[in-house]
């Protein structure tokens, strides 16, 4: 397939870009600053393109099969940007009449476990206060999803861990794995590339834990 992937020089981005080189497929890494890219191989394409401007970004997304996101936050000084740029993103490929595509949110956004130990419950409730802005970017970031014309997933992993990817990993549907605490950046690709050809997960949001 031909991908195109956002946020390229991050934790999960970097992963999908050479985990999807490796299976075979043509990438498109969209950055700011190509330096910073680590990922090397046939087939990439490295597009430079301001994020905040969807009218640059349309050659990036232009006659691809799907556009996968790894964009975020880093801390809680970038709190917004998950909307703002993910907004750019769906301009650009609503322009195109791209539909696929499959962004990287956060488990405390999706629905509360089932039968979560009360642990973990107040464990999430501490979490969720401290990084509320984080998550709210995020919540707005699925808003601007569901109100797209894009066939859109958001995988919603909790605590992310620097892990060799392992294939093996809980995932849920419409859903958040109970006692779900972490999950390696490499698994959530894994995770976000599995997902691009499942139809079930069109305009849902997939938990994933281990």
């Known amino acids: 397939m031909k991908l195109t992937v956002f946020g390229a020089t991050g ?3 970097g992963e999908i870009v050479r985990q ?3 299976t075979g497929h043509e990438v498109t890494a969209v950055v700011r600053d190509p330096a910073r890219l680590s990922a090397t191989g046939a087939g990439l394409e490295v597009f430079r393109a301001d994020l905040k401007d969807p009218e640059s970004l349309r050659g990036a997304v232009a006659g691809r099969d ?3 996101s790894g ?6 000084a970038d709190a917004g940007i998950a909307a703002e740029l993910t907004r ?3 301009l650009a490929m609503e322009a195109e009449g791209v539909r696929r595509l499959v962004v990287v949110s956060a488990a405390p956004v999706g629905p509360p476990p089932e039968r979560q130990p009360l642990a973990d419950r107040i464990a999430g409730v501490l979490v969720s ?3 509320k802005t984080v998550y709210d970017d995020l919540r707005a970031m699925e808003a601007e999803l569901a109100s797209s014309a ?3 997933t958001s995988v919603r992993p909790p605590r992310l861990q620097d892990k060799p990817a392992t294939g093996v990993y809980r995932r849920m549907v419409g859903g958040t794995p109970a006692s779900g605490r972490f999950i ?3 698994d959530v690709a894994h995770a976000m590339l599995a997902t691009i050809d499942d139809l079930a997960t069109v305009k849902q949001g997939v938990g994933v834990a281990y």
């Open 66 to 68: 799907a556009v996968l």
């Open 11 to 13: 934790g999960v981005g």
């Open 71 to 76: 964009l975020g936050a880093r801390k809680k």
């Open 20 to 22: 999807a080189l490796a």
């Open 129 to 131: 206060r401290i990084l």
């Open 88 to 90: 750019s993103v769906v």
């Open 150 to 152: 894009t066939d859109w």
């Open 184 to 186: 390696g950046r490499a």
